[in-house]
């Protein structure tokens, strides 16, 4: 079973619709969690973090259910703009220090 | 502010050949640094990363090294490339501390290496 797993999508949503993503994880040690966008060939770029039961900004909510072992992203009156691949990330545990990524899902929102 | 740079931002090279891709960090110190790799259509993979100047953690055996010369550079290397090499190289680093985002990974723009 991979570390983070998320829905590859594609996510095809008319402009204005809500849309939200869910991904796992594996390791109930995860302390913070991350979503990133990705545009095409370009490198992911923060998006927001959750360090507790979630987090708010403009259009986008992200939200921890550590009980089930998932975070998910919601996305409210979606733009063309939105269009991109989302990474999930989650910092395993203390003492290492990398980020391990989900494969992304990808998000089409169409006019 | 902080930023990181990483070239070239392109590259195609024969099959066997070798590899330097660099990244450096400006505005910061002591980052922990990163190279990730991903393929065509998929997730991050991590390569390498390190806490300071010549300590490497490998994360994945393979024909890649790394290495650590200065405090914010960040070098990733191959002797003979294969195939499989080819992908789109990201480095990043984050902050030794920052306050509410301290696990938090910032990326570079990138190298998209094709290997013929």
């Known amino acids: 079973r991979k570390e983070v797993e998320q829905d590859p999508g594609p996510f095809n949503v008319p402009e204005g619709a809500t849309v939200a993503f869910n991904c796992t994880y594996s390791n109930s040690a995860s302390q913070s969690f991350f979503w990133y966008r990705q545009d095409c060939r370009k490198e992911p770029k923060l998006l927001m973090s959750v360090y507790s039961s979630g987090n708010e900004d403009g259009r986008f909510t992200a939200q921890l259910n550590r009980a089930s072992q998932y975070i998910s992203l919601l996305i409210r009156d979606s733009k063309l703009s939105d269009s991109a691949t989302y990474l999930c990330?989650?910092?395993?545990?203390?003492?290492?220090?990398?980020?391990?990524f989900g494969s992304g899902t990808r998000l089409q929102v169409q006019p | 502010s902080q930023t990181i740079h990483q070239w070239p931002a392109t590259l195609v090279q024969p099959v066997g050949s070798p590899l330097s891709l660099e990244c450096t960090v400006e505005g910061t110190s002591n980052p922990n640094l990163y190279w990730y790799r991903q393929a065509a259509g998929r997730g991050l993979q991590l390569l390498f990363y390190?806490?300071?100047?010549?300590?490497i953690s490998s994360e994945v055996p393979q024909n890649l090294s790394a290495s650590r010369p200065q405090d914010r550079q960040f070098i990733l290397s191959s002797k003979k490339l294969l195939l499989s090499d080819s992908g789109f190289y990201l480095c990043?680093?984050?902050?030794?501390?920052?306050?509410?985002?301290?696990?938090?990974?910032?990326f570079g723009p990138g190298t998209r290496l094709t290997v013929l």
């Open positions: 990043a680093w984050r902050p030794e501390w920052l306050a509410g985002e301290s696990d938090t990974q910032y």
């Open positions: 990330a989650a910092h395993p545990a203390a003492g290492r220090r990398a980020l391990t």
């Open positions: 390190s806490v300071g100047i010549g300590q």
